[in-house]
């Protein structure tokens, strides 16, 4: 395909770690792309199998392929080293046990309109080894200018259990400029929900939005053994690191005149991590699990999240959490138990 000089570059960004098993797949999709004017770089984050070998051949076949190899600093840190060196006007991630819709590029392109600070979202799939799971933006699909982000997508950036609109990185093309000028608010050390930490700010200085109709051009493979369904000892400390980032973050993006408000829904969304932690705890050892949960629930009080005073609007599933947030008694928590032990097992035998 002949590349006119007028196309802008767009650098995608795969950090890798030991993911022999899908990365071929995963650069494939990338580098027979329909759109082809890309800078491909290849984030070899310290792997120990045969995945620095692969990045290897891909560069010596393709002029587009970079590889950077360096020592093991986790997701964040690959990320970064990713967009420190890309060439590119805009940015794609991928996660390098994922793939792309060969045309999705250029799919997402066709919406761009070449400003500086622009976002455009698709949908994507989720892919079970027996099941296809499509998964739709919750914001309406449509262009929105800086206006209508801060009247219609700001109010509902936090606090819901379901995101206006999805915080992965993936599954978007951005321009360049809302990541680097915001990725001194990524700390290498936060291991969960990283994504909102670039995400989060990005949007907030977002000109321009795009929610993709349909567009479903982003495959997410889902990986059993690696969901999130096992007892997590560090959790707590996990939700505390993000908690203080992403306080930072609108600390320092947000006037003090919205500030209280931004960090009332942010509270909120605390609470849904609070969520997420009790049934980390009801994974846990019977012995001991309501006085961890109520341990959990009074430390994070002492840190002033003030959690306690926040009405949630939760579905079935995360209503049995929400009661035991409002009243960890020892029948809510069993309670509990019973329903996570249930999930958990019925989940197993649906993806066998």
């Known amino acids: 395909m002949e590349i006119k000089k007028e196309e802008p570059i767009v650098s995608v960004i795969i950090p890798i770690y030991n993911v022999e098993k899908y990365l071929q797949q995963c650069i494939d999709s990338i580098v027979n792309q329909t759109y082809q004017n890309l800078d491909i770089v290849l984030v070899d984050d310290g792997s120990t199998d045969k995945s620095p070998s692969i990045c290897d051949i891909y560069a010596r076949e393709d002029a587009r392929v970079q590889v950077i190899h360096k020592a093991n600093g986790g997701l964040i840190s ?13 940015l794609v991630f991928i996660d390098s046990d994922d793939w792309l819709d060969l045309d999705m590029i250029e799919q997402l392109l066709s919406y761009a309109d070449g400003s500086c600070k622009e976002m455009i979202c698709s949908n994507y799939i989720i892919e079970k080894e027996k099941d296809k799971i499509p998964v739709k933006q919750k914001m309406t699909p449509g262009v929105y200018n800086r206006e209508q982000i801060e009247s219609v997508l700001f109010p509902e950036l936090l606090g819901n259990e379901t995101r206006m609109i999805h915080s ?14 915001n990725m001194h608010y990524c700390n290498p050390r936060v291991t969960m929900a990283e994504d909102l930490t670039i995400i989060f700010p990005a949007i907030l200085d977002a000109e321009r939005i795009v ?3 349909d567009g479903y051009y982003y495959h997410y493979r889902y990986v059993s053994e690696s969901m999130a369904h096992h ?9 505390t690191l993000l908690y203080q980032v992403m306080s930072n973050i609108i600390a320092q993006k947000l006037d003090k005149d919205n500030q209280d408000y931004w960090l009332n829904r942010w509270q909120m969304e605390y609470a849904f991590l609070l969520l ?6 009801l994974r846990g050892p019977s012995k001991g699990v309501k006085g961890r949960v109520v341990t959990a629930l009074e430390d994070a009080k002492a840190k002033g999240m003030l959690w306690d005073s926040i009405t949630l609007e939760c579905g079935r599933r995360n209503q049995i959490l929400y009661n035991i947030l409002k009243n960890p008694s020892g029948f809510n928590i069993w309670t509990g138990k019973v329903f996570v032990g249930t999930f958990d097992y019925v989940s197993a035998l649906r993806n066998r």
């Open 276 to 281: 997420l932690m009790i049934k980390n705890e």
């Open 168 to 181: 992965s990185r993936c599954m978007k093309l951005i321009s360049k400029a809302l990541i680097a000028d």
């Open 211 to 213: 929610i993709v109709e």
């Open 231 to 239: 007892y997590d000892t560090k959790l707590n400390d996990k939700i």
């Open 78 to 90: 690959a990320w970064k080293t990713g967009v420190e060196n890309s060439k590119g006007k805009y």
